[in-house]
């Protein structure tokens, strides 16, 4: 079994670096079958935990792996097995991790008020979980979206607030790499794309700014320049709306990410006033071309 964990570590490692993500599905696919056939056979307590805690583990992955590809539905009941899997095992920063991946789901559906209740419940168990580890600060960067897309500012900053305070922890341990990989670094794009959501430009502007200098993975790329577009289209600047559209669309082209042309179909809501020129018109027909779900 540490042989297992080796292996899980090393396909979370993968995906974080892989471009196009469903790349790693075969051999994630391949191990859960492994896991299932280790639970089916264990015999004592101790063994059936672990296990537990190593499919909880790996049924976050696949989650991830579909919710890049946008379908949601498979990704949630994922997590849900996750958590499930993370409970038994009694492990609950992975509990609360799992649960905080299925609250994105209902956020990215555009179903905030159902995000608010897995929240809410993850942030109790990760605050009887590791106070070394990251977790609790995790949920609470979420929950900041959370209340960004119901439009309550005041309690969007405090949720970032606390997000903030993972600069506390000792960053070489508060995180493994893998189901847990939040060390404060995606920050300032989270708190951009919040103040995008409430219609502070003001506030969004240097977060985003901020974030694009940082070294980002292509995915994280991509979804600021869009938040960056989608601030132009806010202010009426074509050139703007250009600029960052077009470096997102050639990441996309790259990765052929369904999240990333999701993304991008925020940006198409806000184009209608614009369409009149030739510029903004080719680039709605390009967004609307992007595949919706990865192959």
């Known amino acids: 079994m540490e042989t297992g964990d080796v292996l899980h570590r090393g396909l979370w490692h993968v995906y974080g670096l892989s471009d196009a993500k469903q790349a790693v599905f075969p051999a994630v696919r391949a191990q859960l079958g492994v896991m299932a056939k280790g639970l089916a056979e264990t015999r004592t307590a101790v063994d059936r935990s672990r296990l537990c805690r190593m499919t909880a583990d790996l049924y976050q992955l696949v989650g991830e792996l579909f919710f890049d590809a946008n379908r949601y539905t498979d990704a949630a009941q994922c997590?849900?097995?996750?958590?499930?899997?993370?409970?038994?095992?009694?492990?609950?920063?992975?509990?609360?991790?799992?649960?905080?991946?299925?609250?994105?789901?209902?956020?990215?559906?555009?179903r905030a008020h159902a995000a608010q209740p897995l929240l809410a419940a993850a942030f109790r168990i990760a605050r009887r979980g590791d106070g070394t580890l990251s977790t609790r600060h995790w949920v609470a960067a979420v929950q900041a979206q959370a209340y960004a897309a119901v439009g309550d500012l005041n309690a969007c900053d405090r949720a970032l607030d606390e997000a903030e305070k993972v600069h506390a922890l000792d960053g070489a341990h508060s995180h493994n790499g893998g189901w847990l990989r939040f060390d404060g670094s995606r920050l300032a794009e989270e708190r951009g794309a919040c103040y995008l959501q409430l219609g502070r430009p003001d506030l969004a502007e240097e977060a985003?700014?901020?974030?694009?200098?940082?070294?980002?993975?292509?995915?994280?790329?991509?979804?600021?320049?869009?938040?960056?577009?989608?601030?132009?289209?806010?202010?009426?600047?074509?050139?703007?709306?250009?600029?960052?559209?077009?470096?997102?669309?050639?990441?996309?082209?790259?990765?052929?990410?369904?999240?990333?042309?999701?993304?991008?179909?925020?940006?198409?809501?806000?184009?209608?006033?614009?369409?009149?020129?030739?510029?903004?018109?080719?680039?709605?027909h390009r967004i609307a071309a992007l595949p919706r779900t990865a192959g």
């Not at 996750?82 to 956020?107: F, I, K, P, Q, S």
């Not at 989608?230 to 960052?244: E, S, T």
């Open 208 to 284: 985003l700014t901020a974030a694009l200098a940082q070294p980002l993975s292509l995915r994280r790329r991509a979804a600021v320049l869009s938040d960056l577009a989608v601030l132009g289209a806010h202010r009426r600047d074509i050139d703007q709306i250009v600029h960052y559209a077009e470096q997102a669309l050639g990441l996309a082209d790259r990765s052929n990410s369904g999240f990333i042309g999701k993304k991008l179909d925020g940006l198409r809501g806000r184009l209608a006033p614009l369409m009149s020129d030739d510029r903004v018109s080719t680039l709605d």
């Open 79 to 110: 997590y849900t097995l996750a958590a499930n899997a993370a409970c038994t095992g009694g492990d609950r920063d992975l509990w609360a991790c799992a649960m905080t991946r299925h609250a994105y789901v209902e956020l990215y559906a555009r």
